[in-house]
């Protein structure tokens, strides 16, 4: 059985933050009901490109949205709350990533749905949060970054302001809903009792400055961008030159600094005044930072990889299509290859992994492709669906 076989979730989410969270839970055997607007076309990332599987059928809704079941609703439907009752009833949990004002205005707080299932926990995942001035305030990942700070510890210190490469905050926003998620179910079986819990991305991103933040509020440290995406205090712990690109070094401790100057030929670096610890590299970082390029120019980053694997963190400097492509992801089924419509499709595996067990990856849902299974299943006759379709409720 799998971890969260069983749980039952509602989810009302749409692009990238929530499903990637509720997706965290379909894909460790949780139940996720996808609800979808059928008068907008579904979840808006359906149509989000410029990649498709088919019209319509984008490869970004797929990245966010395997293992889960797909029901049309229109929640601002008169009929739409029968509805949403009656799978409350048998649900563990709802999940929204909606505006912060609008988890009240369509139901789905735990006020409003306690009477149907005392035990259901409501998680929500907004931009700035449910309560306050920016309750009502849309908000996307790139804001977050930009006024959480990251844009300027990111790129080269005579850069612009940088953003991350990959949507980073909705990313970990959907994980922290999907652990508060379980959080409040554990809650509400030992109690009885369930919630509403809340996350959203501004306070994510803000928690992920971590000792950044520490730094600065106790110490009035600002820290800024490094060279080579330095670590800022650690050396070696950043980028540097091989023959033919680059190669990341992190020595994050003092045992690999020896290590590594064995490796590569230079011995008597470990013991040098100038270089024999952490306080002392970090003073003299950009003669050394030379003086490894030079020594790490004699061979290829393969080379190096090959010499340093197991013995000093290191790791190549790939693109996506390199990252992907790469013979460590092709191990152990990283990707995996679904089958879709008769099509074949490849997808990443789920990260986590459970000794003995296969993890479900199945394609992202059509959508409505599970709406007369779920009505059914939540005692909906077939009479009961049609006249639903005829009112434009699902």
Known sequence: MLPLAGLRIVAVEQYGAGPFGSMALADLGAEVIKIENPREGGDVSRSVGPHFFAPGDSQFFHAFNRNKRSLTLDLKHPAAERVLHRLVRSADATFDNLRGDLAEKLGLTYDRLAPINPRIVCAHLSAYGR?????????????????????????????????????????MTGLNAAFATVSGILS?????????????????????????????????????????????????????????????????????WPELCRAIGRPEWSEHPDYKDFTARRTNRDRLTR????????RTTAEWIEIL???????????????LDSPFVAQSGRVRSLDHGGAAIRLLAPAVHCRGEELPCRPAPALGADTEAVLAEAGFTAADIADLRRSGAV
Request: with cysteine; hydrophobic share 35%.
């Open 131 to 171: 309560e306050g001035p920016r309750k009502a305030w849309p908000g996307y990942d790139y804001l977050m970054q930009a006024e959480a700070g990251y844009l300027a510890v990111t790129g080269e210190p005579d850069g612009p302001p940088s953003r991350m490469g990959l949507s980073i905050v909705d990313l």
């Open 291 to 298: 003086q490894l390029d030079e020594a790490l120019s004699a």
């Open 309 to 323: 694997g197991g013995r000093v963190p290191a790791a190549p400097v790939y693109d996506v299509a390199g990252a």
């Open 188 to 256: 509400a079986r030992a109690t009885g009792k369930g919630r509403d819990i809340d996350v959203n991305l501004f306070d994510t991103a803000l928690q992920n400055l971590c000792y950044l933040a520490v730094w600065y509020l106790n110490g009035g440290h600002n820290q800024g961008r490094e060279p080579r995406s330095a670590h800022p205090s650690l050396v070696p712990s950043q980028l540097y030159r091989t023959r033919d690109g680059f190669i990341f070094i992190m020595c994050n401790k003092e045992k690999f």
